[in-house]
């Protein structure tokens, strides 16, 4: 199996090396059926199936330029003349986490007040932890160009494909009880972003970013601190509130990964994309599904 | 051998050759007698020059005279708001802004540079030559930037009469300049002002802190808060967010004040942000200890109008009885206010700037009717949390919107300027911690992104010009309604 996916891509890569167009036109307008198979930048040589190579100069203003492109592609197209590299980046990282005593706060409004009021009772028999990490995530891409020739109009696409958590219920003392408490939603977020190159020189390089990736970890923690055996709990004094051990929740956003594509306009004014992928199993589905 | 010796004497080759050795003396002779001796100057016949004709330029157009093409000058009518007192602003001379710009660096070592990488690097990793930097301070907090962005706050909330009035505008304004004028012209700047919902840009991008527009960026700020009937901003600038609403926790309809004006200018990416507010959040709490959070409005909006439906149908008699109480009470505010501004116009002081139409009855020792007290949790589906984002989630907004525009290049500079209203400190740490008064939460983000924040020391309040009597007022109020 593996050896006939590696004949079918060199078939492939055999078969994207020879150009489509099969008439070319001289100067003179004479007409010349046969199959472009490969380009000489330094001598300036086009080399046919059937005819060998014949210069550049001898063509039409139009096939010269069809001609270049042709090889500028194919120059595009070839990981060893123009090299991507990829690499994962942490641009940045956060932490907050505090410790206090959890309350319930109401809200209410009176007679003409600009502010609304607020009533606080604390809940001493608990304690309760929050902290929230974040991070920011991004992939750097390096493009190489080691031909003789420039490289024009280079566009970078890339996707930075993550999944994003919620809580279903606030972190209200009264949602602590419920089953809903710690069950979160999750859905997957991918951010978009495109770079346009005018023009890549031979030997030049070239380092462009993916969008951010920006992943929260929350955690919630709320225990209770006396004994309850001991000492009555806060039932009493927030009506409606029960007892309870602990109750803690978290939630946790995860990087799925990043697509990049980069791409350039070829001989038949077609858009030819090159795809490198963290994790490459990325690229089983196409580029539109994320 | 004597014999050879008289031949030779006689012969006739010797008197040739001392002949010959006599002309050759002679002649040299006459040559150097030549030189020394004082020629007559060589007289040169000079024929007379003839002077070039000058060619007139065959030109196939008529001509006009230079002078003549330059244009008159005309007035240019700027859209900039003009200045009424220019001279009284402190600008730098123009030969303050010039420095040159510094050079390049090596990527790693000189060696390095020689044999593989021969790429130039600058300081910084958001600008490219560091020929604006200019060094500012704004309230005591310090920043080095080429591109700088102040937001500031301009709502009732920083000039209310228990802040100090419009004192603390000036008290503002006169620190702004002094910043202002720090800024060297090549620096890019902008400012924006916010109150609550609306915000203005003072241009829609960057500028070059050149004299002219710093005087009309002072000059746009000294307009603001002039009078104390005409406080804050009157119209908004339009901004297209787009509506992801999951991607931040927060939605776009609840991000007011800072954060809002944050969000609108991040798209320029300026290194360093000064940002003066009076509050955190967009519900402040005056008479508990400065709590303040970000509440979500339709879900708020939808609890009170719940809560207060709840109460009608519950404690029906109660509830008439208090609205009738409030009514009352709003006659003598009125009346109070009333009084305390014909006061201060003999004076000829600025009105009384009331944070919340309660303060002047407090200040004149007001008896408050409680209101209707709601055992908690009441019987409606949403519970209070419910209605406000907790702290976790403005910190994720924040993080994620500025982290979104920034990405590789880090987080940005940010300054925080807090103008809090002076109240009695709450020394039970319990109580303040839970209740996250905006100085709180301000601190905890700033220790997160590594930001920093100083607060302004306010004026005094401003005291009321006559003390007046509750009950006296109230008295003559019914009288008047039975007359």
Partial sequence: MKKFKIILLTFMLSFSSVSEKKYFSNTSGEILDDLLIGFNYETKDATFERSGKIPLETFSDSDKEYILKWNETKGFLSSFRFKILLEKKRWDRTKSERSRTPFYMDVFEEPFDEHLKHKVTLADDYEEYNSISLETHGFEINLKNQNLHKINSIIVESKIIYEKQRYETSNSLFNSEKNQFEQIISSTISNLKRDEIPSLMPGEDITLYSAAAILARQILNRDIIIDQNLFPTQEGVLKGFGNWEEHNRERRDKLIGVWFRVGITNENNQLVWRNKASPESLMDQSWDSY | ?483
């Fill in chain 2, 1 to 483: 051998m004597k014999k050879k010796k008289n031949k030779i004497i006689g012969s006739t080759a010797v008197i040739i050759s001392l002949v010959f050795h006599f002309l050759i003396i002679s002649i040299a002779g006459g040559i150097i007698a030549l030189k020394f001796i004082k020629k007559q100057p060589s007289t040169f016949q000079i024929e007379e020059q003839k002077s070039i004709e000058r060619r007139k330029l065959d030109l196939p157009v008529k001509t006009e005279s230079f002078v003549n093409k330059i244009s008159k000058p005309q007035i240019i009518s700027s859209k900039n708001i003009a200045s009424s007192t220019p001279d009284l602003l402190d600008i730098p001379n123009q030969g303050e802004f010039v420095k040159m710009a510094p050079l390049p660096t090596f990527q790693g070592s000189y060696t390095n540079f020689i044999k593989k990488d021969r790429r130039l690097t600058f300081n910084s990793k958001f600008r490219e030559i560091d020929f604006g930097i200019s060094k500012m301070d704004f309230f005591g907090t310090k920043s080095s930037a080429e591109k700088v962005i102040i937001l500031m706050d301009v709502s009732k909330k920083i000039v209310h009469d228990r802040m100090g009035g419009l004192e603390v505008y000036k008290l503002i304004y006169d620190d702004f300049s002094i910043l202002i004028n720090e800024i060297r012209s090549s620096t890019l700047v902008n400012l924006i002002l916010f109150d609550n919902e609306k915000i203005v840009f003072f241009e829609d991008s960057f500028i070059a802190a050149t004299t002219n527009n710093k005087t009309n960026m002072l000059n746009w700020v000294n307009s603001i808060n002039t009078e104390s009937w005409n406080i804050g901003l009157k119209s908004d600038y339009k901004t297209n967010y787009s509506k992801n609403d999951f991607v931040v926790p927060m939605k776009q309809e609840d991000i007011t004040g800072w954060i809002k004006a944050l969000q609108a200018t991040l798209k320029f990416k300026p290194e360093t942000y000064f940002i003066l507010t009076s509050n955190w959040g967009n519900t402040t709490d005056p008479t508990m200890s400065n709590v303040s959070y970000f509440s979500k409005k339709s879900i708020m909006n939808k609890y009170l109008k719940e809560r207060n439906d709840h109460i009608i149908s519950k404690y029906e008699s109660e509830y008439d009885e208090r609205k009738i109480e409030f009514d009352n009470l709003k006659l003598i505010y009125e009346k109070m206010l009333d009084f305390e501004n014909n006061a201060r116009d003999l004076m000829l002081y600025d009105h009384k700037i009331s944070h919340n139409w309660t303060d002047i009855l407090s200040e004149n020792n007001a008896e408050f009717p409680y209101w209707i007290n709601v055992e908690s949790p009441i019987s409606i589906d949403i519970f209070p949390a419910d209605t406000r984002y907790t702290y976790d989630e403005v910190l994720e907004t924040i993080y994620t919107l500025i982290m979104k525009e920034y990405g590789h290049l880090g987080f940005p500079r940010i300054n925080f300027i807090l103008a809090e209203q002076r109240r009695p400190k709450f020394y039970n740490f319990s109580e303040t911690a839970p209740l996250m008064t905006s100085r709180f939460k301000f601190i905890q983000l700033c220790r997160m992104i590594d930001a920093r924040l100083r607060r302004i020391n306010l004026p005094d309040p401003i005291k009321n010009e006559i003390d007046q009597n509750f009950n006296e007022i109230k008295k003559n109020i019914v009288s008047n309604e039975e007359i």
